[in-house]
């Protein structure tokens, strides 16, 4: 459940930032799917999903984004590294790239690995205020050369009460797992608050990235 819920926080403001992003839609899953599927891993990781879930559009003919074949504007890398960075998103390497070709056009997926502070749940105020080590191995950073243009157009776009309006999207279901007493009201303000922490002092998690990309370079 926490996956899904990165997963939905992290597509959603990666669509607030104009970054391609397939669509969502929220799906109910019958303990009677996994039942015909031979594969006894991903059987029982269907048994372990059901009731409500997120499943995204599937994009018909789409190809693995290759770094060695495939080129990416350098905003365009600067704006999807900041995304990364202000989500502490760690699946998104070059074993790994979570990106699609398709038409033509650079498609992001697979959010899940994003805000790893909600598996503690604790300290995610000093968490918030943290730089994004990680970074190092985005592997679009080293044509990420316009992140201070990045950082700018991503202030302005992503207002609390933008950020606010994506939380709201959260079902109240996946909030009351492992809760401990809280409410979904409560749980979403941390993830409002976690986010727009974050935001604000984003050039701790900017200059973290510009500093892995000179390394590299």
């Known amino acids: 459940v926490k996956a899904l819920i990165a997963e939905l926080i992290g597509g959603e403001i990666a669509r607030a930032l104009v970054l391609k992003m397939p669509k969502f839609l929220f799906t109910q899953?019958?303990?009677?799917?996994?039942r015909t599927e031979p594969d006894d891993e991903i059987q029982d990781l269907l048994k372990k999903s059901v009731g409500l879930n997120l499943g995204l559009h599937y994009?018909?003919?789409?190809?693995?984004?290759?770094?060695?074949?495939?080129?990416?504007?350098?905003l365009l890398a600067s704006r999807i590294v900041w995304l990364d960075s202000l989500l502490t998103n760690v699946d998104r390497t070059p074993r790994n790239t979570n990106m699609l070709m398709w038409r033509n056009e650079l498609w992001l997926i697979d959010h899940g690995a994003s805000l790893y502070f909600h598996h503690s749940w604790q300290n995610w105020q000093e968490q918030s205020l943290l730089p994004f080590v990680q970074v190092?191995?985005?592997?679009?950073?080293?044509q990420a050369s316009e992140l201070d243009t990045a950082d700018?157009?991503?202030?302005?776009i992503l207002t609390e009460e933008r950020i606010r309006a994506i939380a709201?999207?959260?079902?109240?279901?996946?909030?009351?797992?492992?809760?401990d007493g809280e409410t979904?009201?409560?749980?979403r303000q941390v993830y409002v608050d976690f986010l727009t922490?974050?935001?604000?002092?984003?050039?701790?998690?900017v200059k973290e990235a510009q500093h892995a990309r000179q390394a590299l370079i």
Do not use: E
């Open 29 to 34: 899953l019958d303990a009677s799917f996994a």
């Open 59 to 74: 994009l018909s003919g789409a190809t693995t984004y290759d770094p060695a074949v495939n080129t990416v504007d350098p």
């Open 136 to 142: 190092k191995d985005q592997v679009l950073l080293p």
């Open 152 to 156: 700018a157009a991503a202030h302005f």
């Open 168 to 179: 709201d999207i959260i079902p109240d279901v996946w909030l009351l797992i492992d809760a």
């Open 184 to 187: 979904p009201a409560a749980r």
């Open 197 to 205: 922490s974050r935001i604000r002092h984003s050039g701790i998690f």
